[in-house]
């Protein structure tokens, strides 16, 4: 197995890691502060809202972040970025004006709080994923890590000055600094460059490449959609049936959550460059099945800590009117674990170029998970539609892993049995216990553990092997 690959993936997860890590540190470090002040139905309104525009960001991107990343990066043509670069805003643009034209009618039939902010941030939303993207492709990862960074630290600061300082709502707050932030951030990896803005050309905008973009994200879109749904579907469903108050407290427990999808991001990030690379080299499949178990007991070492972690220092880190969050962490977490080990997948897709395929795992899902999500919250409240979110993530790893294997044969090891053990204990100790002791321990082993994987895990990317 080449070692230059090997070093190349580690030298990738590091990168994106310390990146996404630092810049999602920055903005986590907002959340446990805003639980002590704000009510439950302020951020439960917030969360639904932020919902809604990331319901709507795959329509208004037309999944072309994704086309704008895998076009880009196994070109060295300037001139066909400059078409690629070129067409992507142009396409950008005309969709935006479509939807600019549908949300000035909505005023006309309903009231929506906060509409002018909502369709502000759809844009600046979309436009700052397609953009990030390019700078990957561009520039670089550390650019593109960069640019994390900045957009965190300045949404840490705008957030803080418009709730705190200036006294406005925090919905405002929220909106108004996630917009600055993304805008600022933008502006500062791009003005002194001007490697993508200066590359653009109305007359590099032809339909070969609005055809060829088409031809690589619209197949995805579909698969976004129905994404969209199963994820959203729950948070629909719960302002619907039990109001905002409920809705907070699941925001809540996302927010501390997504310690786990940090990871899970950066990995996907850093393991889509060099899937891309290596999918047609010698080893590739004894390397990929190696990389996946090594990730899934991350993973679960992962889970531990952090449902452990926030239930035994919750009175620091989240306010009174929020513990009841820390309770869906557990199973919340799992969703997460079985959400990152199916975008381990989703990569096999994008290296051949059959990004259509995810549409089956996808779609079979979405047509089932609505309903399950409804039932299942309708008679066990939030811990249902966590069950609902878990059922549909495990489904669409189960079904991944045996539709991938006509190309790529991921094998299981005991790494992934352990995983599981790890899960079901976990588990039993979370919700069937309530002994302080008993979760520091927990705590303190699953730290050890992950320490020590981690550093045996090094020789495999450092130690050099047969090829």
Known sequence: MSLERNKRLAKDIAIYSVGIIGSKFLAF?????????????????????????????????????????????????????????????????????????????????FTIRYLTLIILSIYIYSLYEIYIQAVRSVYSSTHFVLINLITSFFTLTFVFLFYFVLKRGLIEALFVGNILSRTLGMLIIELPRRRITGCLSLSAVTKKYIKEIFNYSLPLLGTAIAFAIITSTGKFVVNYLYGNEYSGILGASQKYMVVLLILGTAFYQAWQVTAVKHFKAQGSEKFFSEVFNKYAVTLGLLVLIISFGLRSFKGLLIGSAYHQSIDLIFVYCISSVFFCLSLFFEVIYQCTKQTSKILYSIVSCAAFAPLLTFVLTKYFGLMGNLAALSIAYIYMFIFRLIQTRSTMMIRLNKSFLFLFSGLLIGGFFFYYTQNKAIDYVILCIAIVLLCYFLLTSRKYFFKKKET
Request: net charge negative; proline share 4%.
């Open 29 to 109: 470090l907002l959340f446990p502060v805003l639980t002590f002040f704000a009510a439950r139905e302020e951020f439960g309104y917030y969360d639904i809202a932020l919902e809604v525009v990331l319901f709507i960001l795959p329509l208004s991107t037309l999944v072309m972040r994704e086309s704008t990343f895998r076009l880009l990066i196994d070109s060295n043509d300037e001139t066909y970025k400059k078409h690629i670069l070129s067409t992507t805003l142009f396409i950008e643009v005309v969709v935006f004006i479509i939807i600019l034209i549908i949300a000035s009618i909505l005023p006309f039939l």
